[in-house]
């Protein structure tokens, strides 16, 4: 378990790199959609799309889980590639399910195909150095100041 979540040996920029790419993509997910949907559940549930065919409210309830508990490990840098994973794959079958794979038209899929870029990525790299998969997975005790 600590090799899947243990951060790379990345250099401080690319690790500064990580970071800003967790923390934009992981707090625009959670704000502009997750808490949304959290919001409106009740009013959401009965007609949430379900492309699984496992039942509306079973469909968002997953995708809160997404949007809000793995976008929020994401942005933090905990169990970085897990978090990317959940969203990665939740936002291949918005693209695929719902946009139709449409990258312009009247549904675009085009910000589910950037999301997915991005989350494929993390989900590759992992957290960086600087995150807490380095703090409790990393190969040192030290936490962020000293080398491995």
């Given amino acids: 378990m600590k090799k899947i979540f243990a951060p790379g040996n990345d250099s401080v920029l690319t690790s500064l790199g990580l970071l800003v790419l967790r ?13 949304d949907k959290l919001e409106k559940f009740n009013t959401l549930s009965s007609g949430f799309p379900d492309p ?9 309830a997953l995708t809160l889980f997404a949007e809000v508990g793995a976008a929020a490990l994401l942005a933090a840098g905990l169990l970085t590639r897990f978090a990317a994973l959940v969203l990665a794959f939740e936002m291949g079958v918005a693209f695929t399910q719902i946009h139709k794979m449409a990258l312009g038209g009247p549904m675009p899929g085009e910000f589910a195909f950037i999301y997915l870029g991005a989350y494929l990525t993390l989900l590759f790299a992992g957290g960086g150095k600087i995150s807490l998969d380095k703090v409790f997975f990393g190969k040192s005790k030290s936490g962020w100041g000293k080398k491995d």
């Fill in 52 to 60: 699984l065919g496992v039942g509306h409210k079973v469909s968002l």
């Fill in 23 to 35: 923390l934009f993509f992981g707090l625009t997910m959670l704000w502009h959609h997750g808490l």
